[in-house]
């Protein structure tokens, strides 16, 4: 990896132990402060997962390097900074099903790639069915999955209990659990460290990030993008700007005057305290909307669908909290004395479908990589990856062909609200 | 059609465990309570839902409004509980059995206000449930989100919320000057409504009776 | 759990309303194109500040009605005031 | 079993303000061996009277550790109690029989095996696992195997008992957070300003700070206590906390100690917030800060005055400010040797030594003191938690060194007192809660007035703003560090390597870290933490900010949380009756029905050949009235409406405005201007808000009353070649074929019971009836037909013949056949679709829908292997693998002998006679051929004309 000609000192157990005894000298900033420099080839607006891997694959795929990334706050401090961290390709449309396999498949390569480990861990991904319409939804997942090559089937009960022996399987519950979605190649990332290990090879590419820069204005002419204005004052001019906002992706696109279908509501999620590990897969439920995993420091980490109003609030509520216990202790009783230790929020981006807009836009030389509502996390490597292209190209990649901006005023849903709405 | 001979029964959303009676062809618990914290299973009252203009003759006629109550002393409603449970709609409340009189009552008041107004009986249809004890808004409060402070709800009040989650009319009706509550809600989620009181109750002594004959038909003493 | 102020039975949890949506009307369907009628079906404004919307009072009086709340900071005001 | 000295070899003689109750004892286990309490004690007070030292070791580098707080928020005291992990040791209560272990240790706490991380810590600096096992990729899950064995915490076992948890709604005027006596002022002063209080303290008595003061704090602490107790207004939640402050004043409060449950969630909405939750004694940072014997002032101070515990013998007092002082001088009133290191005059400790607990002190004048006990008494931390999640943001004050709050900034319903507030004497204090508190009560009655529509006439109380003392900023020793999160296991280093690898934000270095992410979260580590960022990036305090507060205040269980179930079930009147016959329960949304009695087969060939009955109450039932009625049917429907004379049904669909199709039923004309219609079970709540919804929000003009009326009749339909004679025998109402044909509707009595809609429809395709009678009868009703049919071989069926049924006769079901983009096109619903009527929901789209022509199809399909049934959501597929569709439904047909199926296809493979290739779920496949009809049995409907 270069970094304008120097090497970047490369992260390995040895360089470590090299390190611990003092010779390795400094470890070097992972991501530089810059001065934003006023015209750039792509100016790319957000720093979360989406934003940051469209920068890397430009570079590293296209050679394209004259980029900026502007983030508002901190890097990875919209939704990318507060997700579950649920990776799975298990969706429910050929289309869905092919661009999340991809993401995985980058995922399974991605500590090696940046040489920086985000720490992901295939512990597998169960999707509890607790009637028999839902189980028929799972049914008809794990088929399209197996078409696609995507390892998901259908188990029952006993083999549920197995793998999570603290799950109620008893016929009894309010909610008896008739079988669930397995999913081996699904798991959990460390997700700050995507963050930061895109930013990092960004960086180390030449590309700036500038974080506390607002863009406030988008300058159009004839058509046009010609530049983005900040909230400090700056113009950089720029005939690629790319919209990587997420929650706030209507705010960027008004600023443009195009239209899209997108709504931000909240969703939250939630932590315990950690215990001793016992829970080795993700777990699921859309009935009870509610989805928990543990974490290598051994905190449950919880989640829900989203808030039942639209909002830009990220104060979260009582009612997700309370709701979300009831669910938990629902699935496993046993859990009753654990201690729930913070919760927050983050907003996303919500389509009419639940599936992604991505690539051109009516005004040239703007693209949006937005409606990744509550599941885009898991989308960061193939998104950054077919954005690049799409950039380069100045034509979207087949593989994204399905989720275009058009498709809403023409009537071409790609319906993934069954596999999409909690499923994370 | 052949002769059956079983008269038909009929039962209210509610069965307690014990024993059970039967009086005017309802079958319902045949306990009594006398503890200071009772739910009474007011199921087999004549309950009719009248809907018509908030403001009209209709209203005049009834005597009262979203969020109020009356007894009507005369009139084709008289021993009649009278609630304002929306806006432009009424909850009738009478003795088991008075169903013909009230709806013809009610049919009466319709035709001679010219308004477009409709009555339907819900006698079957719902639940209906009396609490009556001096600790009824501290087991409320385990249930139902709305203050139940006396500015907020006095006596003779009346509000729709949620219940335990079951959509609930709540009605303040006290008795002698001891707080009581009738709840009304559909009938399917009567059992669980009145379970979840009975649950939230246990804690202040609470016990499950039938109203006593010193009772009139909404369980008001008479 | 936010308050919300229902023109029938005042402040209430906000678990007792369903959410409707922004208030928008019904192009004529006659005469709509496609066009026009796909966004009433799917493009909402998305503002973060004030925005009408429909709520229904689904737990109390069972009516629909407009209010004016403001995304950011969730405060209210009746519909028909202008910002 | 081991027993420990009983006693307690530090304990004190009587002390004036201590809360245990000497004339009792009781025993419990630390570790497996006994030891001995007094009432009162917390496990940690109990376990330090008796000397213990080291309570936990640490999470990285497995560093013994000790208490240094002495409450709740101690990161070194929290232990496994029973099978409940992770307990506050230093808040929770002794009880007799307690079982308490020590958590991450082992073997065991004295003999830890995986302190050989200390040695290796050099090289586990912050962020060490982003930058290794990193390749080869096949190693990292053994890796991370390796790296959950390390999880810092206690344990759940999969059969822990689950207690009674409760919940209750609260509506006080006034919530003060904090019994302090600043929250104790406020909260008289609001109820004698006339408002409803609920005083919320989280330890175990009243008067926070004063509890372990001199004689004139403790005097002071009684009076307020008497005059909390004289309110009748004031309710006291003692053990208690507010966890946090949602929209709108939604406060949540978990209380502990009640008798009857374990604990309780009280979900507050109060008009004012009073926040009175004091201050937080700031740890400092240097080498060592972490060894057993490093306390706080106020550790050391509750420890002496509350439990009568000494925690030492030879003291080094590291003092700033007068609290120091007071220990200091507490703990020579206990006999311990005390030597003072005042930082007003510029001395400060650089470091502490010891192995297993603190040996010596090293001081920046480069001298060395041999105690065992190290008090450091720097200044406060401000808990403003609840304030910011109110929206208030305190701002970094230099000059007191700590975040304070602007009562400009914050909003109108939250007012913060006492030390939180600002700096004071104690009457000052007293004095500006005590207005502060008659404020609080005006503006909650102010706004409780006006909820209830009245104004208020109350003039505002002017609360004077708390002065500022001057406080030293004290919060490291550089170089030699320590660490600044001790339950993150964070050293001064890693947060200053962290900026210099670019982390160089509040946020981010949190994150990378994990500084301020413990169980404490920030309460004690947030201001060091900034404090180092703004030293390493050269900027203020102020400019670098702090981590967002966010709930909980402290953790709270997630049994609290979830507390008292609600799950509403609906029951049919007859489910005593499937009940006491052996119903296989099934749970469909809230309802619970039978879904068979045994033998769904038995049940089907049943109806076919003699007479069954089934339980169909769930159905959705809506009452029309009203002279607009048709006209509403026209809207919602995508059929025709305005022919159906009284006494007639017909089938309808309802598609929403993007042609997607959302329900169906029938509906029947009973009168001129009333009607009576059915939706599916699941979507009878649905139906009837859309159905307001048109009629609210779009015509208000018409004149329609709908009332939901699906639990006012028990339904039933009675189905069956022998269904009329049995109907027969019970109603006055003519069954001719003449009189009563198939679709029609009629009113009368059946089994004596008056005023039951009589239906002549049916999902099954033979003769059936769908009665409708009112629903205290439906048990009457029910039992009276069994009884009746006996001779005729009548059978209860249940969900799953229904749907056999239904499925030889070819009726779809809404939501299996059909999915969130089935348009009713694709639902094969051409028929009934009306594109001539001037407007219907949905017609736009399904207008265009039939020009393009272009959708898939519901078709019945066959399959050619008799003997294979395809699974629901098998796939058809197409030659070169392509998803060409998918089976909806499917069933082995007990009737016709062989498989039957619904599917869903692509437009060019609808054609009658198309052979597909269905994907099984074990890999093979099998062909099936399109059928020209959805109905495999009886297409022709001959059998439920008759
Ligand atoms: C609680 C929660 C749980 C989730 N769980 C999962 C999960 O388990 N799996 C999964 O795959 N997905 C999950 N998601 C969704 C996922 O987090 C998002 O879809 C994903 O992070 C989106 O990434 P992004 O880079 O597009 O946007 P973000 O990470 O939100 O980044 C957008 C950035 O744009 C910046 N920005 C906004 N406006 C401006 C401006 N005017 N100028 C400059 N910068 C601006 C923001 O500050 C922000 O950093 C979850 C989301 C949430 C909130
Ligand atoms: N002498 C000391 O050791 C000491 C310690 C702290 C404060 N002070 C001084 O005390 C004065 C102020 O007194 P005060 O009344 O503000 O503080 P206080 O510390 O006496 O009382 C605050 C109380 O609030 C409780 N509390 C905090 N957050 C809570 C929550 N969320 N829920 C429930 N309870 C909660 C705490 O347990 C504590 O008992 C200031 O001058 C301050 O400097 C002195
Ligand atoms: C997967 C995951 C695990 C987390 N674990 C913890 C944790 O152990 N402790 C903690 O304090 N916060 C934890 N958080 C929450 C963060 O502290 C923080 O609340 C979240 O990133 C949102 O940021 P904000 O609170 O600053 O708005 C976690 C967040 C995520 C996404
Ligand atoms: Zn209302």
Redesign the interface.
Known sequence: MSRNGQRTPRYSAWSLVRHGLGAGGEWGRAFRHHTPRQAYDVVIIGGGVHGLATAHYLAENHGITNIAVLEKSYIGSGGSGRNTAILRSNYLTPEGVRFYDRSVKLYEHLAADLNFNVMFSQRGHMTLAHNDSSLRTMHWRAEVNKLQGVDSSVIDPGEIKKLVPYMDVSASTRYPILGALYHPPGGIIRHDAVVWGYARSADAHGVHIHQKTEVVGIDVTSNRVTGVRTADGRRISAPVVVNCTAG?S??ISDMVGV??????FPLQAAVTEPVKPFLDTVVVSGTLHTYVSQTDRGELVFGASVD??????TRG???FVEGLAGHVLELMPALSKMRLLRQWAGLCDMT?DYSPIMGLTPVEGFFVDVGWGTYGFKAGPVSGEAMAACIAHGKPPEIIAAFGLDR????RLVGEKGAAAVGH | MSDIAAAPIARTALSFPGPVRTTDGWETTARHAAGGLRLADLGPLVKLTVRGPADGSVRAALGTS?GHTVRPRGGPLAGALVVGS??G?WLVLGAPGTGGELLAGVRSIIADSGEFASVVDVTHGRALVRLTGADTPLLLSKVC??DLADRVVPDGAA????VARV?TDVVRDDVDGTRSYLLHCERSSGQYLADSLVDAGIEYGIEVGAPTEHDDATGHPR | ???LTCP?????????F????EAKS?PD??T?T??Q????????R???GW?KE?W?H???????FGIERN????AQRPAGVTS | MSRARPGGSHRLGARPGEVIDRSRTIEFRWNGVTHTAHPGDTIASALAAAGVRVFARSYKYHRPRGLLTADIFDPGAILQVGDEPNVRAAHRLVEAGMDVRSQNTWPSLRYDVKAVNQLAGRFLATGFYYKTFIKPERLWPTYEKVLRRFVHAGEVSPDSEQPYFDKRYAHPDVLVAGGGPAGMAAAVAAARAGASVMLVEQEHQLGGHLRWGDAEDLRCRDELVAAVEAESNIEVLTDSVVAAR???N?LAVVQRGLPHVAERLV?A?AGTLVVAAGLIERPYVFAGNDLPGVMLSTAVRRLLNLYAVRPGSRAVVFTANPEGDAAAADLRAAGVDVVEVDARHGRTVVRATGRGGVEAVELSDGSRIEADLLVTAVGWTAPTSLLNMS?ANPGYRPDAARFVPDPAATPAAVIAVGGIAGDGTRDELVAHADAAGREAAARALALAAS?AGSADTRDPVAVPQLGLHHHPELFFALPTGGFVDMSEDVSAKDILTAVKEGYDSSELVKRYTTATMGPAQGKLETVNTVALVAHATGKTIAETGATTWRPMYTPITLGALAGRKFEPVRHSPMQPWHTSHKAAPLIAGQWIRPEHYGDPVAEVRNVRQNVGIIDVTPIGKLDLQGPDVAKLLNLLYVNKWSQLGIGRVRYGVMCA??GVVLDDGVTGRLAENHYLMSTTSSGAGTVW?WA??WL???HPEWQVHVTPVTTAYASINVAGPKSRELLARLTDVDLDNAAFGYMNVRTGTIAGVADCVLWRIGFTGELSYELHVPASYGLHVWETLMATGADLGIAPFGVEAQRILRLEKGHLIVGQDTDGLTKAYSAGLDWAVKLDK??FVG???LA?QAARGEHPKLVGLRPLDTSVVPEEAAQIISDGGYIVGRITSSRLSPTLGRPICLGQVDAHLADPGTRLTVRLRNGSDTTVEVTAEHAHFDPEGERQRV
């Open positions: 706030w209507t705010l239209d899209m279908p997108v709504q931000t039942p109003f639209a909002s830009y609030s509520s009582l009612d009419p809403f005023e023409e009537g | 979203f929306g806006p709609e989100a709305v509000f729709r919320s949620s959509v | 759990m936010m308050l029938n039975c005042g402040a209430r949890n906000v678990s007792e369903r959410y409707v949506g019904r369907p006659e709509a496609p066009e009628w796909r966004r009433y079906l799917y493009f909402h998305n503002p973060a925005i429909t229904y689904g737990s109390g009086c069972r009516r629909y995304t950011v900071d969730n | 949602y929209d709108d939604w979900k909405r929206g909820r405005e993007d808000e307001e919804n609210q929000t779009e001037p407007d017609k736009p789209e265009w």
